[in-house]
């Protein structure tokens, strides 16, 4: 899910951002009294003194949950985003390279695209603006475009991953279809579909979302909002249709369709199992024909393992986050006891917990590439050899080393199928002659000629 840019904190009490005060405090050496009584002083703050001590009071009373909250906010970020971009940058490269060949690859080299739009648009900006301006708030019309691709990428991201998965239960239960269902072609109108389908539900965002700005005690604040008119569309409904959209129906069909793939592996194997230990009674398949189909096999296998790495991983790290919003939505917001200590604790917390679950989120757009890598052996060639021809100033030979290959393997293709059908139609020729030498010899005419020799 796109992060939730309009749940506002309830107990966040002012328009300063603590994280940069506190950050900048810690580091000077301040203890957490001297930081409390700063938020107080805060000119920002001086008109909401009650939510100022509330707060103030979460980070200097619960130290040992807004501390590694800070902190992860502060170095989880920029990890994640060197690892994310160095993976996903090299995952286009390679996807690409076969995408005019597979549609699986089609689906993973936009996958890639869009897991970097994720990294760049959410995670880097709540990064920088723990330590600078926020781009989200330079005018109206950055807010409004920052908002909108940040939904966008990160739902058509997830439901690339639902397109993969399919494509990959129909060549699993249907393998002699597959290749007809399953092509280049389609695969472009699905990405188009969800392309198309994701901008039309997120474009409610253009009028509905605005810069909006405060003046409180003479400083001017803004801030990316809803606008006056849509603050129940914004803040009540459509957090929970986005999670709907980003994480609960996609988590359903991925959960659904895995367990079915994983059975049908499961069975095919055993039939596999089954057919090896039976003798081989087909005189037409030959040696080779049935070194190409066990090539085929297990190449389809280690695809298959490779994408439902992918499909699980995203179960994984989405899971957190379903839970959370649900028991958010259970507890509830208890405004009659804002100042006991049990809601204070309670917001604490939820507070680490969001920014846990939001690190798996964004975990989940950053390793895809190393899943490829620990899944895949093919992969880890490509990018042993992507990686060489780097070094060496020559990567432009890496996609001519692809057109060749693709040129070479048509050619055998073709070259083997012609051997193939050459070789079936020899074996035919000999059984008619056999068959025809068999029923003269044994001819009525044939008896009496020899009784009469």
């Known amino acids: 899910m796109a992060s939730n840019e309009f749940k506002e904190l309830s107990l966040m009490p002012c328009n300063i951002n603590l994280t940069h005060m506190v950050t900048e405090l810690t580091a000077a050496g301040y203890d957490y009294t001297d930081i409390l009584l700063a ?26 949950y807004m501390e590694p909250n800070r902190l992860l906010q502060l170095y989880v970020p920029p990890i994640l985003l060197i690892l994310g971009t160095f993976g996903n940058v090299l995952s286009f490269v390679i996807m690409s390279r076969n995408m005019f060949k597979v549609s699986t690859y089609c689906y993973l080299a936009l996958l890639a695209i869009m897991d970097t739009f994720v990294l760049y648009i959410g995670l880097l900006r709540m990064w920088i603006s723990n330590f600078a301006l926020d781009i989200q708030i330079i005018s109206n019309c950055m807010c409004k475009l920052v908002t909108f691709f940040g939904y966008v990428s990160s739902v058509t991201s997830v439901w690339l991953i639902i397109a993969v998965t399919i494509e990959r239960f129909i060549a699993v239960k249907f393998p002699l279809k597959a290749p007809r269902i399953c092509n280049v072609v389609r695969a472009r109108i699905v990405i188009l579909t969800i392309t198309l389908a994701t901008c039309l539900l997120n474009s409610h965002i253009f009028w509905t979302v605005e810069l909006r700005s405060n003046d409180i005690n003479g400083t001017v604040s803004s801030k990316c909002d809803a606008s006056v008119k849509h603050v129940i569309l914004i803040k009540e409904i459509w957090p929970w249709v986005d999670a709907a959209v980003y994480s609960f129906v996609p988590f359903v069909i991925i959960s659904v369709l895995n367990s079915m793939i994983v059975r049908r592996v499961l069975e095919a194997r055993r039939q596999r199992n089954e057919l090896q230990m039976m003798p081989l009674t087909n005189k037409y398949l030959s040696a080779r024909s049935r070194c190409t189909v066990k090539r085929s096999n297990e190449s389809s296998k280690k695809l298959t393992c490779m994408l439902l790495a992918v499909s699980f991983t995203f179960l994984i790290t989405t899971l957190p986050m379903n839970i959370l919003m649900l028991v958010n939505a259970l507890l509830g917001d208890d405004k009659t006891s804002v100042h006991s200590y049990e809601y204070k604790r309670k917001y604490a917390i939820l507070t680490l917990a969001r920014t846990v679950v939001e690190m798996l989120m964004y975990i989940n757009h950053s390793m895809n590439f190393f899943l490829y890598c620990a899944t895949g052996r093919k992969f880890r060639q490509q990018v042993k ?69």
């Open 39 to 64: 938020v107080q002083q805060a000119p920002e703050c001086r008109q909401t003194s009650d939510k100022v001590d509330i707060g103030s009071e979460i980070w200097a009373n619960f130290p040992e």
């Open 385 to 453: 050899l992507l990686l060489c021809l780097c070094c060496n100033g020559r990567i432009k030979d890496f996609f001519t080393h692809a057109a060749r290959q693709n040129t070479s393997t048509q050619s055998s293709k073709m070259s083997r199928l012609g051997s193939d059908t050459v070789n079936k139609e020899t074996v035919i020729e000999c059984d008619r002659a056999k068959v025809r030498s068999k029923l003269t010899c044994e001819s009525p005419y044939s008896k009496r000629r020899t009784s009469n020799v």
